[in-house]
């Protein structure tokens, strides 16, 4: 399993933009696909997006459109671009991966989370 530590949350106004990176360990990285969740206070933990070994992305409706992820195997790193930030978008987000033989992200590691505060 990898290990994954997010980083480049924080506190902005609402309209802004924040890219959070994950950070992961290991060899084996390319094969994993990567997911971004976020959890606000209060809620059950949702998904946000996911981007497969070969690069294929899919997004929550709720960011479609605002959020971008992507990731540099080079780095062994997985970004969320978040443009025109809305105050609901207010959560703990965390970075997963999931390898290949696992049909679950619970399956997979997980990051301890970055906190993303949009003011309104």
């Known amino acids: 399993q990898v290990q994954l530590v997010e980083s480049g949350g924080g506190l902005v106004q609402a309209g802004a933009s924040l890219r959070l990176s994950c950070a992961a360990s290991?060899?084996?990285?390319?094969?994993?696909?990567m997911g971004w969740f976020r959890q606000a206070p209060g809620k059950e933990r949702e998904f946000v997006a996911t981007?497969?070994?070969?690069?294929?992305?899919y997004y929550a409706d709720s960011v479609k459109g605002r959020f971008t992820i992507s990731r540099d195997n080079a780095k062994n790193t997985v970004y969320l671009q978040m443009n025109s930030l809305k105050p609901e978008d207010t959560a703990v987000y965390y970075c997963?991966?999931?390898?290949?033989?696992?049909?679950?992200?619970?399956?997979?590691?997980w990051g301890q989370g970055t906190q993303v505060t949009v003011s309104s």
């Open positions: 997963a991966a999931k390898p290949q033989y696992a049909s679950r992200w619970h399956d997979g590691s």
């Open positions: 981007i497969w070994s070969g690069g294929s992305t």
């Open positions: 290991g060899r084996t990285f390319s094969t994993y696909a």
